[in-house]
């Protein structure tokens, strides 16, 4: 009886002994961002390895496995981010597959998500192994660009800059003689898609060097290094001062010269001639036929007569319309010093209809795009003809000409409706109802001097495409001095150290920090002059020519535009500051109204 439980436990300790064993490399396999690597991976002793299972998974995935082997074939339950990327290979040329036992792993587009573990997995009937082979990914930045900058005490400071390093790279400065220098500083800041940014400064003097030069390592020991000559910089500074001033100088005077000359052949020429210039010969020649082809026989000194009592007809008119429409209540927030911008809007309108009625009555009935093709001057020259006919009829609403460079209902086309993500409000802000009034929380304790950028709110709307356009109202009560206007990418928003804040990391702003003034948020950040300070801040995202525009709607004017590259979705960003409790109001751009205006000139 004996006897048997004894065969009986042998034969069990058989069944379950790990008697396969898998061989892997001791050291770990090194492999470029983008690149294909293979992960060896071997029974020994050899032996045919078509109907084992055959696994290789990360971690704890057991059950998502990268790549599965069994029954003969590689079955189809990859990990998806593993699928059409990996597969069974050779680890050597004189290897033999799997009939001699080699299950190694070939990965292709490696990405920095794939450094780590993989284990190797294989079993039979009654046997198995594992192991473990470690990957770690590598990425070759670019090579260093260096900036230099003359000092005012005779030194230069050197700047080298270098991106898309994985890991954080080392950086060397040496001189002529390869003897290391000491930096000045060093930073590496990591971008959203892994990779390192670094960016390294020493200041030189003339008795240090000649040539300097600024290397990047990585852990495969390769590097990317420039160099520059110190001694070229300092002696072209020193001696080229007033030379480049004195090069300028000549070379307006000589602009200026060539100027005053051919203004004086042009003027020279025309006298002796008796000849009026060719644009006055065809406008000339262009008004003559078209009342030639309208057929009239009155004379010039009637016409005249007939445009004055048009534009006395024009002038009523645009009193009635300026009487029946009460500009105050309409649009009290959109006064351009003492002009109305809708009111401009109103009485264009209604000038470029009375325009129409003098036109024709000035040239009957003829076509006016026909007489454009019988006009001998062109396009051009008819198209200054009409405005100049035009003007007949808008001497009044000259007096109520929109001031500005920028066309708002032009912008407005675009508006969006914007609204706060109430799910990731900072707990020291306080919200509207309706989503669309932010401001500071009283109880909110800002330290140090700075402005709070991380005291953000987030759109609830995300873009990912087409131009987007919404205005925000900085001025209610009081004039707003701390606020921060502009997107960031879908997926940034949580908070972080002031020094990610920047395009780098997806951010996009511009900012009023008070008496400190405006600042939009590059690395360093810039500051801008904008006087008068926006009373309202209108936002344009053409995100397709990666392009954020940011307008003073109440002067009608251009204040910048950002252009960048925006991937992702981005969602409109703000912040109303801590250093007042003026609130922040995001408004709900108003319609045109030129289809109203013209509903009331008719009744």
Known sequence: MMSIIIALLVNLLIETSVSLTVVVPGDPIVAHVGSTVILPCWISPAENAEALEIRWYRHDQFSNPILLYNHGKIQDVQEESHRNRSSLTLRSDQSGGLKDGDVSLRLEKLTLQDEGSFHCYVSGDREYDSQQVLLKITALGSTPVLFPKPLDDGRVNISCRSSGWYPEPSVTWMCDDRSVLRPGGTSHIRGPDGMFFVQSWMAVSRSDAQLVSCSLSSRTEEFRESRIDVQAIISSDVSSGPWKALFFTLLIFALLSLGLVGFILYRYRERQTGKKPVGE????????????????????????????????????????????????????????????????????????????????????????????????????????????VEKLNIKDSRKHEVVGDVNIEELRKHAVEITIDRERLHQDHILSEDCKIVKASPDYNHTGEEFPIQLCAFGAQRFTSGRHYWEVELTQENTKNYWLIGVVKDGNLTARDRSTFTPFYGFWFLYSDGPNGFHINTNPPVKLSLTPRPERLGVLLDYDNGQLSFYNVTERKHLLTISSRFSGSVVPLFNPGAGDQSELRILDCPKPVYAQIHKDIRT
């Open 281 to 388: 010969n065809c406008e000339e020649e262009t008004m003559e036929k078209l009342l030639k082809g309208v057929g009239r026989d009155e004379n010039m000194e009637e016409q005249r007569k007939h445009a004055d009592g048009e534009e006395e007809t024009t002038e009523k008119l645009l009193k009635d319309v300026e009487r029946d429409v009460n500009i105050h209540e309409q649009r009290k927030h959109e006064v351009v010093g003492d002009v109305n911008i809708e009111d401009s809007k109103k009485h264009a309108d209604c000038a470029e209809e009375t325009t129409e009625n003098l036109l024709k009555d000035v040239v009957g009935d003829v076509n006016i795009e026909d007489s454009k093709k019988h006009a001998d001057c062109g396009d051009e020259t008819m198209e200054k003809l009409l405005k100049d």
